[in-house]
């Protein structure tokens, strides 16, 4: 190593890993925008920024009618759902880890996602993970961004930063909408004082 050559502190490096495939809940003081009651998972986070997708907020939009607009057979029942205010034309799945696509991105030992052209083509097969769900958008944070948020730094305050949580298959997809964000809350309180008491 160089003389005078640092090393990223490894306290970073824990957390860069540790955020992947974790949920931020908004909470209840955020009120009256696209972020009131949502909840994300984050599925890039690096030193240019972070990207997630909103899994709760179901679009008016069923699988079956977005595959009619693409002049594809996608006969499966559900809705896409809304993942951000960014890029919103562009496809991404989350899913369980027992499938993956061209350009699938492991999580961690319970989340993938991928967003790779073959995904929809598949999908009209039957060719399925065993618990997913389907967005256009996503949400994109710039370089130190979302770490200032959860840390109430200066535009943001503590109110208003974001609540954190692991998840698991049965809270990412098993409910939506507001249910999802109590879950998630209650899911995120109790991992606290958990930590709290050890």
């Known amino acids: 190593m160089p003389p005078g050559a640092q090393t990223q502190p490894t306290t970073l490096n824990k957390y860069l890993m540790e955020i992947l495939g974790k949920l931020l809940i908004a909470p209840p003081a955020i009120k009256n925008n696209f972020w009131h009651k949502t909840v994300i998972m984050v599925t890039e986070h690096h030193a240019q920024g972070s990207l997630g997708l909103v899994l709760n907020k179901p679009s008016n939009l069923s699988i079956v009618d977005f595959g009619r607009k693409l002049n594809m057979m996608l006969n499966i029942p559900g809705q896409v759902y809304v993942g951000g205010p960014v890029n919103s034309q562009s496809l991404t799945v989350i899913h369980s880890n027992d499938w993956s696509s061209t350009n699938?991105?492991?999580?961690?030992?319970?989340?993938?996602?991928s967003s790779?052209?073959?995904?929809?083509?598949?999908?009209?097969?039957?060719?399925?993970?065993?618990?997913?769900?389907?967005?256009?958008?996503?949400?994109?944070?710039?370089?130190?961004?979302?770490?200032?948020?959860?840390?109430?730094?200066?535009?943001?305050?503590?109110?208003?930063?974001?609540?954190?949580?692991?998840?698991?298959?049965?809270?990412?997809?098993?409910?939506?909408?507001?249910?999802?964000?109590c879950s998630a809350l209650d899911h995120s309180a109790q991992e606290f004082a958990e930590n709290i008491l050890t």
């Open 116 to 181: 790779a052209e073959d995904i929809l083509p598949r999908f009209s097969t039957g060719d399925c993970p065993r618990q997913w769900r389907m967005f256009l958008g996503m949400c994109g944070w710039a370089t130190n961004q979302l770490m200032s948020e959860m840390n109430g730094v200066a535009p943001w305050t503590k109110e208003h930063s974001w609540c954190t949580a692991t998840s698991n298959l049965d809270l990412a997809f098993d409910s939506d909408g507001a249910e999802q964000w």
């Open 104 to 113: 699938t991105m492991r999580l961690n030992d319970t989340f993938s996602v």
